[in-house]
C-alpha cells in the first residue's frame, strides 16, 4: 500500500520528486488504517484533528491553523509529503462554507414602472413583435381595399398585443431550456426578474385585450386570426420544438399570418366566391380595380406564401449559427439534426420567391409587371448567398452569417418595391401634379400681398 501511495503522489506530485524517494515505509499519523480509496469517501476514516479542522467553516480557525503550519515549517523545515498533502486539504476546507458577509451577490432592484416596462418589453421579444406589426401594417398599405385611421392603429394594437401574448405563453414554457443557451439565459423569467404568476398574467392580459380590440374595432376574421396566430404559437410551436422538425413549418406559417390580419382588416376576403372570384392580370394590359376585382384572394395568397417563405433561409441561416444552443436545450432542428438538409430547404424557399414576386404578385394586379424586373435584384442576391450555403454542405458559419444579414435587409427592400410599384398609385403624376402647382401657388400667394 505504501508504494502505490508513492506512486499516485509521484504522477501527481512530480515536482516533489527528490522527496519521493525518501517517504518513509509507515502510514501517515494524521490517518486511521484503512484501505487508501476510503479516503476520498468516508470522513470517517481521518483522524480526530484532521476531521475537525475539516468540518470548522469559521475563517479565525483557518487563520489559527496557517499560522501553526507556519510555525511548524520553521522548526521541522522538511515534513513528510503526506503530511503536507493533507494539511492544505485542511486549510482549503476550513474557508468552505465562506461567511455571509463574504458572499458577492447582485441585489435584485426594485420593481419601478420603468424596469417594469422594460421587462414588459423584453418579455414580448420587442423586436420580433415590432417585425410582425410592420409586415401587417405593410398588408394594409398594399391593400386597395379603403380604410381609416382608427382601423389602421387598432390593427396595428391588436396585432402587438397578440405578438406579446404569444411571446410571454412561449418564454412561460421554456424556462428551463432558454436557461441552457447564451443567447436566451438573460431573459426575465430565467433570472428572476419577474415571477411565473406575474407573467402569466401578463400573457392572459394581453391574450384577451389584443383579439378584443380586434373584434371591436375592426371586424370578427382580423381577431380569430389573431387569436389564432397565439394558440399556433404558444402552443403547436413551442410543442413542437422539442419533439418534431416540423416546428420550422409551424413557425412559417406564424409569421405568415400577420399580412393576411392587415389585408382582411381591410375588409378583404380570405377565400374566393361568386362576388370576389379570383383575377388574372397579364402583362400589358389595363389595370382597373373596382371593389369586386381590388379584392382579389389571389393578391392575399401571394402576400401570405411571400412571408411564409422568406422564413426559411432566414431562420435556417440563424439556427446554424446558435446549433450548438439548440443542441444543449435538446430543440429538434433541421440545423442541429441534418446540416445539409437545413440548408436545402433555405435555398429551396429563396428560389421560389423568383417567381412568387416576378409572376403571382403581378399577376394578382397588386402591383404592376414592372415589380417583375426590379425584385429580380435582390431575388438573385438571396438565392446566391442560398446557393453558396448549400454548396458547402450547409456548414459555414461564414456563409450562413452572409445569408442571414442578406434575409435582413432583403425583406424591406422587395415591400418597398411593392409600394413603389402597387397598383393605383401613379407616382410620376403626383410629381407632375406638385410641379404643376408650384406656379400656381405662387401666382395666389402674389394676388393676396397685393389685395
Given amino acids: 500500500m505504501p508504494t502505490l501511495f508513492r506512486g499516485i503522489l509521484r504522477i501527481h506530485c512530480f515536482g516533489h520528486s527528490s522527496r519521493l524517494s525518501s517517504l518513509p515505509s509507515r502510514r501517515s499519523s494524521s490517518t486511521a488504517s484503512a484501505a487508501f480509496t476510503s479516503y476520498f469517501w468516508r470522513n470517517d476514516q481521518w483522524?480526530?484533528?484532521?476531521?475537525?479542522?475539516?468540518?470548522?467553516?469559521?475563517?479565525?480557525?483557518?487563520?489559527?491553523?496557517?499560522?501553526?503550519?507556519?510555525?511548524?515549517?520553521?522548526?521541522?523545515?522538511?515534513?513528510?509529503?503526506?503530511?503536507?498533502?493533507?494539511?492544505?486539504?485542511?486549510?482549503?476546507?476550513?474557508?468552505?462554507?465562506?461567511?455571509?458577509?463574504?458572499?458577492?451577490?447582485?441585489?435584485?432592484?426594485?420593481?419601478?414602472?420603468?424596469?417594469?416596462?422594460?421587462?414588459?418589453?423584453?418579455?414580448s421579444k420587442s423586436r420580433l413583435s415590432v417585425l410582425i406589426v410592420l409586415t401587417a401594417m405593410s398588408s394594409v398599405a398594399l391593400s386597395p381595399l379603403p380604410t381609416t385611421v382608427p382601423v389602421l392603429l387598432s390593427t396595428a394594437l391588436g396585432t402587438a398585443l397578440c405578438s406579446a401574448s404569444a411571446n410571454a405563453l412561449?418564454?412561460?414554457?421554456?424556462?428551463?431550456?432558454?436557461?441552457?443557451?447564451?443567447?436566451?439565459?438573460?431573459?426575465?423569467?430565467?433570472?428572476h426578474a419577474i415571477s411565473?404568476?406575474?407573467?402569466?398574467?401578463?400573457?392572459?392580459v394581453t391574450g384577451v385585450t389584443g383579439p378584443a380590440l380586434l373584434w371591436t374595432c375592426v371586424n370578427p376574421t382580423t381577431?380569430?386570426?389573431?387569436?389564432?396566430?397565439?394558440?399556433?404559437y404558444a402552443g403547436a410551436y413551442t410543442y413542437l420544438k422539442r419533439r418534431s422538425i416540423a416546428n420550422t413549418w409551424v413557425g412559417?406559417?406564424?409569421?405568415?399570418?400577420?399580412?393576411?390580419?392587415?389585408?382582411?382588416?381591410?375588409?378583404?376576403?380570405i377565400l374566393p366566391s361568386a362576388d370576389?372570384?379570383?383575377?388574372?392580370?397579364?402583362?400589358?394590359?389595363?389595370?382597373?380595380?373596382?371593389?369586386?376585382?381590388?379584392?382579389?384572394?389571389?393578391?392575399?395568397?401571394a402576400l401570405f406564401m411571400f412571408l411564409y417563405s422568406w422564413q426559411f433561409p432566414h431562420f435556417n441561416s440563424l439556427a446554424f449559427l446558435v446549433r450548438e444552443s439548440y443542441a444543449k436545450a435538446g430543440y429538434r432542428m433541421l440545423s442541429v439534426i441534418s446540416p445539409s438538409r437545413n440548408a436545402a430547404v433555405a435555398l429551396r424557399h429563396a428560389i421560389l420567391m423568383v417567381p412568387l414576386c416576378s409572376v403571382l404578385f403581378p399577376l394578382?394586379?397588386?402591383?404592376?409587371?414592372?415589380?417583375?424586373?426590379?425584385?429580380?435584384?435582390?431575388?438573385?442576391?438571396?438565392?446566391?448567398?442560398?446557393?453558396?450555403?448549400?454548396?458547402?454542405?450547409g456548414n459555414s458559419e461564414k456563409a450562413a452569417r452572409k445569408l442571414f444579414y442578406t434575409c435582413l435587409w432583403y425583406l424591406p427592400v422587395v415591400m418597398g418595391l411593392l409600394m413603389v410599384h402597387k397598383n393605383g398609385?401613379?407616382?410620376?403624376?403626383?410629381?407632375?401634379?406638385?410641379?404643376?402647382?408650384?406656379?400656381?401657388?405662387e401666382k395666389e400667394k402674389a394676388k393676396e400681398e397685393n389685395v
Fill in 47 to 123: 483522524s480526530p484533528i484532521a476531521r475537525r479542522r475539516i468540518q470548522t467553516p469559521r475563517r479565525d480557525v483557518a487563520i489559527q491553523a496557517q499560522t501553526m503550519a507556519v510555525a511548524a515549517a520553521a522548526v521541522a523545515p522538511s515534513p513528510s509529503l503526506s503530511e503536507t498533502v493533507l494539511s492544505t486539504l485542511a486549510l482549503q476546507s476550513s474557508s468552505y462554507p465562506p461567511s455571509v458577509s463574504e458572499v458577492l451577490y447582485k441585489p435584485i432592484p426594485p420593481l419601478t414602472l420603468p424596469r417594469l416596462l422594460s421587462i414588459y418589453s423584453q418579455l
Fill in 170 to 191: 412561449n418564454e412561460l414554457q421554456e424556462v428551463p431550456f432558454d436557461a441552457q443557451m447564451a443567447r436566451t439565459r438573460n431573459r426575465p423569467l430565467v433570472r
Fill in 196 to 204: 411565473p404568476a406575474h407573467a402569466m398574467g401578463f400573457a392572459i
Fill in 223 to 232: 381577431a380569430i386570426l389573431g387569436a389564432a396566430n397565439i394558440a399556433l
Fill in 252 to 269: 412559417a406559417v406564424v409569421g405568415g399570418i400577420p399580412p393576411v390580419m392587415g389585408w382582411t382588416a381591410c375588409g378583404g376576403h
Fill in 276 to 301: 370576389y372570384p379570383i383575377q388574372l392580370f397579364l402583362p400589358f394590359t389595363s389595370v382597373s380595380l373596382p371593389p369586386a376585382l381590388a379584392d382579389n384572394p389571389l393578391a392575399l395568397l
Fill in 364 to 393: 394578382s394586379g397588386l402591383v404592376g409587371w414592372g415589380f417583375a424586373l426590379t425584385s429580380l435584384v435582390p431575388n438573385l442576391i438571396c438565392v446566391r448567398h442560398a446557393y453558396t450555403f448549400w454548396r458547402v454542405g
Fill in 425 to 441: 398609385l401613379d407616382w410620376t403624376g403626383w410629381l407632375r401634379k406638385n410641379e404643376s402647382d408650384g406656379p400656381n401657388e
